[in-house]
């Protein structure tokens, strides 16, 4: 059984960087298969931020490519969000993901982690 | 992009009713759906892949069909732990997007 579980700050400050860690349990995440990161603003709805395969191919969504950065850790089996220069807006629960070996669906999500974008 | 419409976006029903969401994609995208139920203040939940397979452990009352741009899950007879918001999203390309969401509540 997979298990995610995220792990950062839960306040940052306009214009810095938030970074956040997911420590995956009961699988290697050097064997491969697709990594994520997906996040919702209060009362809203879920955002695909983004993925990572087989620890090199990354795949972001346009909205924040410029910002954002996934990478793997393979000696401490995580992988990591990084999205710079956050404003208020980027305020949200943010959730880390594993796929199915196909990348056809989401199999295990972390609890979520919340977020805060304040001075 | 790919977007995805769900409709309709609130849905009050009562336990037993039979409850279906629709997903419209704005393009073809084959059956690469998945469905995920969502509970305040915890994660999504797999409910359906591949638009009609059911995932290991999810009730049968729940399924999913359709192909191409249209895509619906229903609810054969909506129980008390049913109340929650329901996701479609699409992965047969990237960005990887989701619906609006679906939210199902007592009537």
């Known amino acids: 059984q997979v298990q995610l579980q995220e792990s950062g700050p839960g306040l940052v400050k306009p214009s810095e960087t938030l970074s956040l860690t997911c420590t995956v349990s009961g699988y290697s995440i050097s064997s491969g298969y697709y990594w994520g990161w997906i996040r919702q603003p209060p009362g809203k709805g879920l955002e695909w931020i983004g993925n990572i395969y087989q620890s090199v191919s990354t795949y972001y969504n346009p909205s924040l490519k410029s910002r954002v950065t996934i990478s793997v850790d393979t000696s401490k089996n995580q992988f990591s969000l990084r999205l710079s220069s956050v404003t208020a807006a980027d305020t949200a629960a943010y959730y880390c993901?594993?796929?199915?070996?196909?990348?056809?669906?989401?199999?295990?999500w972390g609890q979520g982690t919340l977020v805060t974008v304040s001075s | 992009d790919i977007q995805l419409t769900q409709s309709p976006s609130f849905l009050s029903a009562s336990v037993g009713d039979r409850v279906t969401i629709t997903c419209r994609a704005s393009?073809?995208?084959?059956?690469?759906v998945a469905w995920y139920q969502q509970k305040p203040g915890k994660a999504p939940k797999l409910l359906i892949y591949a638009a009609s397979t059911l995932q290991s452990g999810v009730p049968s009352r729940f399924s999913g069909s359709g192909s191409g741009t249209e895509f619906t899950l229903t609810i054969g007879s909506l129980q008390p732990e049913d109340f929650a918001t329901y996701y479609c999203q699409q992965l047969k390309s990237y960005p990887l997007t989701f619906g609006g969401g679906t939210k199902v509540e007592i009537k």
């Open positions: 993901a594993s796929y199915d070996p196909t990348g056809y669906y989401v199999d295990y």
């Open positions: 393009q073809g995208i084959s059956s690469y």
